[in-house]
């Protein structure tokens, strides 16, 4: 892309300086977790330096400017999605949090025995397991849709799950352990259209395309700042107004309330409902950056290059003889992932990571999407837009060179 200036890019991120077992690094486990640009370090750094203070509880000077910087960050992240209302943004600790939130609390108000549940194959961990233990708690059914060969989810097979029993749908945008990109648009139509709420896991989506909560018209929306350039320990739920309203809260404490007496507690208005004891503070005020940041360099660009990068990886690795593609849906986002034979995806991650290249192995917490395909795990790389075309030509390299030795 000829008006990208990836180099110009790299230099935003001190971490890509670093060298791993004597060679420059290849930071290619973005789906994990992604890297942090100075511009989001310098904001929690001036935090930390010059406003440091609890919120939303003094009358002095620095506590009024550290609430005033959190919720100028909330009413950010709330123009970002696109959402309708400040109070709809809820801080957590990360998408997982936000997914046992919704099972917690919705799964309390909504769900009685004989319940349904609706996730798909694909689904992370995180969006498997809190329904799980919902459905033990309330003696609810999960029902799983199905996917294809590709990795792309059936959408018949979507619609005969869906029955006067379903009390939520709650699948993933894009999947980190395959790329695949639901058609989640089309999925909140059709539950919609049976009256049926959907919730969607974007800690894969956040950072590759524009995410408006409005136009999806979906009922909840998580994703993890960590993700998306910001650091650990922050997330967001997005939830209409209208069903967190209904929604009793998650943990209790300070900040929930707005009165308490042994006789009765009387909670508080959203977002602070959902939002108990010192929230993390930092957190919100690294992801406006890193929104800022993002936003500076331009979402659709951004989306374009990855595109790109996707593509060139995907085509250079069909050139190895022994690969075998895990995931191959038509619509992907950033990340490949592959066996090379039967060489065990443990070994060429090792290999890689002498040669500096930092890829993922394994079964990337979505350990039944592995069974589906008969495998144990993957190599993943995830692709960032601070990555580059000879990034991927190195990649390709560590690989041959993996399986001559491994062979
Ligand atoms: N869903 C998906 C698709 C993910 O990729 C991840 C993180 N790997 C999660 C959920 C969980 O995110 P976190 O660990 O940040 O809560």
Not at 7 to 30: A, C, S, T, V
Not at 45 to 51: E, F, Q, R
Not at 253 to 260: C, N, P, R
Not at 269 to 298: Q, R, V
Request: aromatic share 10%; with cysteine; proline share 4%.
């Amino acid at each position: 892309m000829p008006d990208f200036d990836v180099k110009k890019i790299r230099e935003d991120f001190p971490i890509l300086k670093r060298f791993i077992n004597g060679k420059p690094l290849i930071y290619f486990d973005n789906a994990a977790t992604t890297q942090k640009p100075q511009y989001v370090l310098d904001s929690v750094d001036n935090y930390y330096k010059n406003l440091n203070s609890n919120v939303h509880r003094g009358v002095h000077t620095l506590s009024e400017e550290a609430t005033n910087e959190y919720e100028s960050a909330r009413e950010s992240i709330r123009k970002y999605i696109n959402a309708g209302k400040s109070s709809e943004i809820i801080f957590v600790r990360g998408t997982t949090e936000a997914i046992n939130l919704v099972a917690s609390s919705f799964g309390s108000e909504f769900f009685n025995a004989g319940d349904e549940i609706i996730i798909s194959a694909i689904e992370h961990h995180s969006n498997i397991v809190p329904w799980q233990m919902l459905c033990e708690r309330k003696n609810a059914k999960l029902k799983v849709i199905p996917v294809d060969d590709g990795g792309e989810i059936l959408i018949d097979e979507y619609k005969k799950l869906l029955t006067e029993k379903t009390k939520l749908v709650s699948v993933v945008h894009i999947s980190n352990a395959l790329g695949t990109q639901n058609p989640v648009k089309e999925i909140i139509q059709i539950a919609h259209n049976a009256g049926v709420p959907v919730m969607i896991d974007g800690a894969q989506s956040i950072q590759h395309s524009k995410i408006d909560v409005r136009e999806l018209d979906v009922d909840f929306f998580a994703f993890s700042g960590h993700k998306v350039y910001a650091h650990t320990g922050i997330g967001v739920l997005y939830g209409k107004e209208s069903l967190l309203n209904k929604m009793p809260p998650y943990h209790g404490g300070g900040e929930m309330i707005k009165s308490v007496s042994f006789e009765k507690t009387i909670y508080n208005d959203l977002p602070y409902k959902f939002e108990a004891g010192t929230p993390n503070i930092e957190g919100p005020i690294s992801l406006k950056s890193a929104f800022e940041y993002i936003e500076n360099i331009g979402l659709s660009k951004i989306e374009q290059y990855e595109d790109e990068l996707l593509e060139y990886a995907t085509n250079r690795l069909s050139e190895i003889k022994n690969i075998r593609f895990i995931g191959t849906a038509k619509e992907k986002k950033s990340v490949v992932s592959f066996l090379c034979g039967d060489i065990h995806p443990y070994d060429t991650g090792t290999i890689l990571n002498n040669l500096g290249i930092a890829v993922r192995t394994g079964h990337h917490c979505a350990e039944p999407i592995m069974k589906r395909f008969n495998i144990p795990g993957t190599v993943r790389a995830s692709f960032s837009f601070y990555n580059t075309k000879e990034e991927i030509d190195l990649l390709i390299e560590g690989i041959i060179k993996a399986n001559k030795m491994l062979s």
